[in-house]
Every structure is written in structure tokens, then in C-alpha cells.
């Protein structure tokens, strides 16, 4: 049975650092890429950052873009999200997903979690 959960979340002041961590279980396959999704209120979900568990493949989204920073430790099959300079724009519930490859898009992630909340404050 495959499980991907998140935790990480929380509240935090414009500036602020949060690192986010996604475990992932009973993948079905031996490499697979995971992403981070984020939604903001009354808004659509939008990846954020991926990685694959090979390492070689990372993509960010622009506006985060030196500020996340994804990686991997595949002895305990866990992502992580550190998040740096959060803005209020970061507000949102962040969900984490996996899939067999790395594809900019929620089509490609057949396996998601139920999502952490990140609040960000001015």
C-alpha cells in the first residue's frame, strides 16, 4: 500500500524558514520522482519543485527559485522542501506527490498526500 504523508507545516513570520518533509511508502517503483504542489486560498495547485530519486532531476518554479530548496534522503525514502525568505504569497496548503517520472504538472503524480499547511504573516 502506498503511503506519501507531509509534515513541516505551520505558521510562520514573512522572512521566516520552514522546511517541509515528505515520506513516501510502498512505492511501486524503483525510481519515481516526487513533487511539491502548492495552493494557495481560492487559487489552483501549482508544483513547486520536484525531484527524482536518482538526484539528477530538480525543477523550481520561478518565483521560488533560490529561496526552496528540494532534496532527497533515500535511505529514509523522504523529501524535503526547505523553504527560505518566505513571503505571504507562500500562504497555502502545500501537498506533496509522487509519480514514475518527473513532468511539470499534477497529471504526471499518480500518488499524493494529504497536504501540510503553511501559513506566512506580515
Known amino acids: 500500500q502506498v503511503q506519501v504523508v507531509e509534515s513541516g507545516g505551520g505558521s510562520v513570520q514573512a522572512g521566516g524558514s520552514l522546511r517541509l518533509s515528505c515520506a513516501a511508502s510502498?512505492?511501486?517503483?524503483?525510481?519515481?520522482?516526487v513533487a511539491w504542489f502548492h495552493q494557495a486560498p481560492g487559487k489552483e495547485r501549482e508544483e513547486v519543485a520536484s525531484i527524482s530519486t536518482t538526484g539528477f532531476t530538480k525543477y523550481y518554479r520561478s518565483s521560488v527559485r533560490g529561496r526552496f530548496t528540494i532534496s532527497q534522503d533515500n535511505a529514509r525514502n523522504t523529501v524535503y522542501l526547505q523553504m527560505n525568505n518566505l513571503q505571504s504569497e507562500d500562504t497555502g496548503i502545500y501537498y506533496c506527490?509522487?509519480?514514475?517520472?518527473?513532468?511539470?504538472?499534477?497529471?504526471?503524480?499518480?500518488?499524493w498526500g494529504q497536504g501540510t499547511q503553511v501559513t506566512v504573516s506580515s
Open positions: 510502498g512505492m511501486p517503483y524503483t525510481r519515481y520522482c
Open positions: 506527490a509522487a509519480g514514475a517520472y518527473c513532468s511539470v504538472g499534477a497529471e504526471a503524480y499518480n500518488y
